[in-house]
Every structure is written in C-alpha cells, then in structure tokens.
C-alpha cells in the first residue's frame, strides 16, 4: 500500500487536448485511469500514520497556481512523460514540498526516493511506462505545447493497494 500527498490541478484545455492527442496514439495517460485527477504529487510513501498525517498537513499553505513548463521526461526503462514546472513556481512548491515530508516522517511514513525533498523534481505526470517509439511521438505532439498558469484547486491525501486509489482527505483552496 502507499501513500500519497498532491496538489490537484484545473486542467486546462489545452492540456485535455493534448492528453486527448496521445491517447490517439493508443498511449495511455493519466485521463485514461479511472478516478486519477490531473495532479502535482508532493510526496509518495510508503503507509504509515495516515491520521496523523492528515492532521500535520491541514492548514498546508499552497499556491495559487502552478506554471508550467515543457514537457519532459524521466528517462530509463518504462519512461514517464511529465508536464515540468516553470521556475518561477518552483520555490513556492519546494517549501510546500519540505512541509508535506516534514509531516509524513513524523507521521512514520517511508518517503519514496525521488519525493525525498533533496532529490525531488517537481512535475505533473502524464503517462509512464513508455517505449523509446512513445516517447518520440510524444516529443513531438509537446513541442508547441506552451506554458500555461494552472489553478490549484486544492490539495489532498490518497492511499491506494493493487492501482487502486482511495481519497482519505481532500481541502479545497476555491469554489471551483
């Protein structure tokens, strides 16, 4: 089982679009899961105090919005395609970011590698476990792809066991 703190995002209809491009493609990507909302993960772990947990990062102080930038890719076997962030939001999402891992070890979570705060890369994944073929075409449908100001419409923590997620907590930040 893991664990789970992100940030969730308005998608944007370009970003619809895009993703809606790739399924073309016969890729699968985050609109093809069932229940997964287009999102930002702050940190990933392993199941520990899920209650305390969700009591440390109430109140969590997140952005307005995200910028993003180009879409990238997490290169090695099974790459991951990711929408990065514009540096101009990443400051804001690191200290965001340290909270979240500051609350989840106290809470006995085991933070996963790459969400550890040292090693963390922030980004909004948008399909994984790709081919070398797959990860062409999708460089080439994003390289028009321009940078947008995505609204965080709030933020919350996910648990999930065998691919599938369960909503233990979520805050909104708008109306929306």
Known sequence: ?????????????????????????????????EGQQFHLTLMNGDLGNTDNLIKNVAGLDVPSAVRTGKVEFFEGDGAVAYVAVAESTKNELMKCQEAVCKAALSSSIAIRDPYESSRWIPHISIAGKLTDQEVSNIAQLAKDLPMLNLEVLGYGVATWKNGVVTKEREWRTTDA
């Open 1 to 33: 089982m893991g664990i789970g703190v992100a940030l969730y995002l308005k998608q944007h209809q370009v970003i619809t679009d895009f993703l809606h491009s790739i399924s073309l493609l016969g890729i699968k990507t985050i609109a093809d899961e």
